[in-house]
């Protein structure tokens, strides 16, 4: 099916461990991101890939760093995680332009991470 | 203040009722999006708009760009429309980045 693959589902670490979060989308849309989610703050941006080859930072980037991989992946690795870093993490993708659905926008099913 | 908000935060429903969610937007924008999010989590885009007003099915969004105010519609609403509904603003075409309001939460009851 096409869309936005995610993994894993569910993460729990443990303060000061690393993991790297996969996605992966079949949809051949040029920009990507990275997007956390907590409880009365609504979805923030963490990192973003306008097009193959480029990442920037979004509204809340550190403790995580990304990388394109090419233009179906985007991974997004936390090198030491804190509790801080606890949230539901979505990565999406969208058409910048050209495609039959220009900006819209497709979600992973997202990642439930909890630091301990 | 946040750059896009909802109203309200949350809502409660009898089967059948019209109901409206609303967004205000202080920044200028270029798309607004509407988002809805299931009890486990995922989420689906609803509509993209500009201006003017889109229907799916019994869902209706409507813009008034002059007034920086969205609102999205549920029609003869049903127990599967529970969910988090979520209003987001594009600005400008870079990187096609998105501002979220915190989303509504709505129970329709049967």
């Known amino acids: 099916n096409a869309g936005v693959t995610q993994t894993p589902k569910f993460q729990v670490l443990k303060t000061g461990q690393s993991m790297t979060l996969q996605c992966a989308q079949d949809?051949?849309?040029?920009?990507m991101y990275w997007y956390r989610q907590d409880p009365g703050m609504g979805l923030r941006l963490i990192y973003y890939?306008?097009?193959?080859?480029?990442?920037d930072k979004g509204e809340v980037p550190n403790g995580y760093n990304v990388s394109r991989l090419n233009k179906r992946e985007f991974s997004l690795r936390l090198e030491s995680a804190a509790p801080s870093q606890t949230s539901v993490y979505f990565c999406?993708?969208?058409?910048?332009?050209?495609?039959?659905?220009?900006?819209?926008?497709?979600f992973g099913s997202g990642t439930r991470l909890t630091v301990v | 203040k946040n750059e896009v908000e909802q109203s309200p935060q949350n809502l409660t429903a009898q089967e059948g009722e019209f109901i409206t969610i609303n967004c205000s937007y202080s920044?200028?924008?270029?798309?607004l999006h509407w988002l809805q999010q299931h009890p486990g989590g995922g989420i689906v885009s609803l509509f993209m708009?500009?201006?003017g007003k889109k229907k799916h099915g019994r869902l209706i969004a409507t813009i008034n760009i002059q007034e920086k105010h969205s609102s999205l519609h549920i029609t003869a609403s049903h127990p599967r429309d529970s969910a988090v509904y979520i209003c987001?603003?594009?600005?400008?075409?870079?990187?096609?980045?998105?501002?979220f309001g915190e989303g509504t939460q709505l129970t329709v009851n049967p």
């Open positions: 999406a993708s969208s058409d910048s332009g050209g495609g039959p659905r220009p900006y819209g926008y497709t």
């Open positions: 949809m051949n849309h040029n920009s």
């Open positions: 890939s306008a097009s193959e080859g480029t990442t």
């Open positions: 920044v200028g924008i270029s798309a």
């Open positions: 708009l500009s201006s």
């Open positions: 987001a603003a594009r600005r400008g075409t870079s990187g096609s980045r998105l501002t």
